[in-house]
């Protein structure tokens, strides 16, 4: 990995693409009506993925980028669980039919905050819903300090099979610097009890570019991380954005890194996991060669979503919750942010939709473009214009971004074929950039391309 490229290209902020286009772009032209609509739409054949966001924690983790809030008081979450069960409810009589669903998501916030019987009442609410298969993945973010074992045994009983921890640095002084201490022995606890209950996908998120992370604690974390096995790691930069996340501000500037010292951070993480035998997936998902994400990667099905890179084929996602986001065949819709906006509109009927956006055929291009070379490092740009009812040259025309990466070596092209450099690889967002037409409107809510 280039360190000149880090210094060149590494203070750009950029999205993450794990939509096109991407969240601000969103518009309130979008609502409720069209949301109803399109989900009328869904064809018969269509199988669905669904993501419910739990927006709450018991503690603010000083770098969190999510919707969530504080709560103390377990009846706001009881509350908040039997409107998510609502509106699981109107959409499924908004689809009309009992839809298929391979994947089902919890993220938040913290999932697992609710009371057992409540999370194993809400899956089974799904169930009659929708036609949840027995092979379905079913993954539920997790906050190690706060897990019971009465939540792991309802997560078992209601089919849990993935289990995501929020792992971030074992350095203990970074977790006060975050506001974020755990324990390695929390952590192992957590994975000997999910393991023992038959939940085996064990994923970790590790985050590089946090106050006074070094290296050396980079590698510690890796290292203790590593004798627990999980199945995948996902590995993300910080996005320090303290206009937009208040409490980000909790976090002294002057010690996070910059640019290149994200770089060395992170290629320290990808090489001692990758030395350890995971196959890196992308930009930032590291995972067992006999995983079903490396399997993917290998038969070039992988795919990009709201959650990061996935082995999902589902072109219908729902989202439920406060904020959640969900994409259909015609556009992306979300739902209110505050959660009493989002509980007003379920409680009366109504779906949740507060905006969303409308995919032209030229963005259906575009995103299938950004996607492979997110997933891939590379791109077809002839068959994929061609599938589109393209030219590939009008597309690269229309890129001019593309010149200077080709000129510094972060890509190569032959013809029409596109190709990330291997030591370039860390900059795929800049690449996929170069196919973004709405990139400048917005380049200030996104995080560094390293």
């Given at each position: 990995?280039?360190?000149?490229?880090?210094?060149?290209?590494?203070?750009?902020?950029?999205?993450?693409?794990?939509?096109?286009?991407?969240?601000?772009?969103?518009?309130?032209?979008?609502?409720?009506?069209?949301?109803?609509?399109?989900?009328?739409?869904?064809?018969?054949?269509?199988?669905?993925?669904?993501?419910?966001?739990?927006?709450?924690?018991?503690?603010?983790?000083?770098?969190?980028?999510?919707?969530?809030?504080?709560?103390?008081?377990?009846?706001?979450?009881?509350?908040?669980?039997?409107?998510?069960?609502?509106?699981?409810?109107?959409?499924?009589?908004?689809?009309?039919?009992?839809?298929?669903?391979?994947?089902?998501?919890?993220?938040?916030?913290?999932?697992?905050?609710?009371?057992?019987?409540?999370?194993?009442?809400?899956?089974?609410?799904?169930?009659?819903?929708?036609?949840?298969?027995?092979?379905?993945?079913?993954?539920?973010?997790?906050?190690?300090?706060?897990?019971?074992?009465?939540?792991?045994?309802?997560?078992?009983?209601?089919?849990?099979?993935?289990?995501?921890?929020?792992?971030?640095?074992?350095?203990?002084?970074?977790?006060?610097?975050?506001?974020?201490?755990?324990?390695?022995?929390?952590?192992?606890?957590?994975?000997?009890?999910?393991?023992?209950?038959?939940?085996?996908?064990?994923?970790?998120?590790?985050?590089?570019?946090?106050?006074?992370?070094?290296?050396?604690?980079?590698?510690?974390?890796?290292?203790?991380?590593?004798?627990?096995?999980?199945?995948?790691?996902?590995?993300?930069?910080?996005?320090?954005?303290?206009?937009?996340?208040?409490?980000?501000?909790?976090?002294?500037?002057?010690?996070?890194?910059?640019?290149?010292?994200?770089h060395d951070r992170a290629c320290a993480i990808?090489?001692?996991?990758?030395?350890?035998?995971?196959?890196?997936?992308?930009?930032?998902?590291?995972a067992k060669a006999d995983d079903s994400m490396?399997v993917a990667l290998r038969e070039r099905t992988?795919?990009?979503?709201?959650?990061?890179?996935?082995?999902?084929?589902?072109?219908?996602?729902?989202?439920?919750?406060?904020?959640?986001?969900?994409?259909?065949?015609?556009?992306?819709?979300?739902?209110?942010?505050?959660?009493?906006?989002?509980?007003?509109?379920?409680?009366?009927?109504?779906?949740?939709?507060?905006?969303?956006?409308?995919?032209?055929?030229?963005?259906?291009?575009?995103?299938?473009?950004?996607?492979?070379?997110?997933?891939?490092?590379?791109?077809?740009?002839?068959?994929?214009?061609?599938?589109?009812?393209?030219?590939?040259?009008?597309?690269?025309?229309?890129?001019?971004?593309?010149?200077?990466?080709?000129?510094?070596?972060?890509?190569?092209?032959?013809?029409?074929?596109?190709?990330?450099?291997?030591?370039?690889?860390?900059?795929?967002?800049?690449?996929?950039?170069?196919?973004?037409?709405?990139?400048?409107?917005?380049?200030?809510?996104?995080?560094?391309?390293?």
């Amino acid at each position: 990995m280039r360190a000149d490229l880090a210094v060149s290209y590494g203070e750009e902020r950029l999205p993450r693409y794990t939509s096109y286009p991407t969240a601000p772009h969103f518009s309130r032209a979008i609502g409720a009506d069209t949301y109803a609509t399109w989900l009328a739409e869904i064809p018969t054949n269509a199988s669905a993925s669904l993501y419910l966001h739990v927006p709450f924690c018991r503690e603010m983790c000083w770098y969190c980028g999510c919707h969530t809030q504080i709560v103390r008081r377990d009846g706001l979450i009881a509350a908040y669980q039997r409107t998510l069960g609502s509106e699981i409810e109107l959409v499924a009589a908004t689809v009309g039919r009992r839809i298929k669903v391979e994947h089902i998501h919890f993220g938040g916030g913290t999932p697992t905050i609710m009371a057992p019987e409540a999370f194993a009442e809400l899956m089974a609410t799904m169930r009659r819903a929708f036609f949840v298969p027995p092979s379905a993945e079913i993954a539920v973010e997790i906050d190690p300090r706060t897990l019971t074992a009465d939540m792991v045994e309802a997560m078992r009983l209601s089919g849990v099979n993935r289990a995501s921890l929020g792992v971030q640095s074992f350095d203990p002084v970074v977790q006060r610097a975050i506001n974020r201490v755990q324990s390695f022995e929390q952590t192992a606890s957590v994975v000997d009890m999910l393991r023992r209950a038959g939940i085996q996908g064990i994923n970790f998120d590790l985050i590089y570019g946090l106050p006074h992370q070094t290296v050396a604690s980079c590698l510690d974390t890796v290292r203790r991380a590593l004798t627990l096995a999980p199945e995948r790691f996902s590995v993300f930069g910080y996005a320090h954005v303290p206009d937009f996340k208040k409490h980000q501000r909790m976090i002294d500037k002057s010690v996070l890194p910059d640019g290149p010292a994200r770089h060395d951070r992170a290629c320290a993480i990808a090489n001692a996991l990758k030395e350890a035998g995971y196959v890196q997936i992308g930009l930032d998902h590291f995972a067992k060669a006999d995983d079903s994400m490396a399997v993917a990667l290998r038969e070039r099905t992988l795919r990009r979503n709201f959650q990061g890179y996935t082995t999902d084929t589902s072109e219908v996602l729902l989202g439920f919750g406060a904020s959640a986001i969900g994409h259909l065949p015609q556009g992306y819709v979300q739902n209110e942010v505050p959660i009493g906006a989002y509980s007003q509109s379920i409680a009366a009927g109504r779906l949740a939709t507060a905006k969303g956006y409308g995919l032209t055929d030229d963005d259906r291009l575009r995103a299938d473009i950004i996607e492979r070379i997110m997933c891939e490092f590379s791109a077809d740009l002839g068959a994929i214009c061609a599938r589109h009812g393209a030219a590939a040259e009008a597309m690269l025309n229309s890129a001019p971004r593309l010149k200077s990466l080709v000129s510094d070596g972060v890509v190569r092209l032959d013809g029409d074929r596109l190709a990330v450099a291997k030591d370039a690889r860390f900059l795929v967002r800049s690449v996929a950039a170069a196919f973004d037409a709405h990139l400048d409107a917005a380049k200030q809510l996104h995080s560094r391309a390293v």
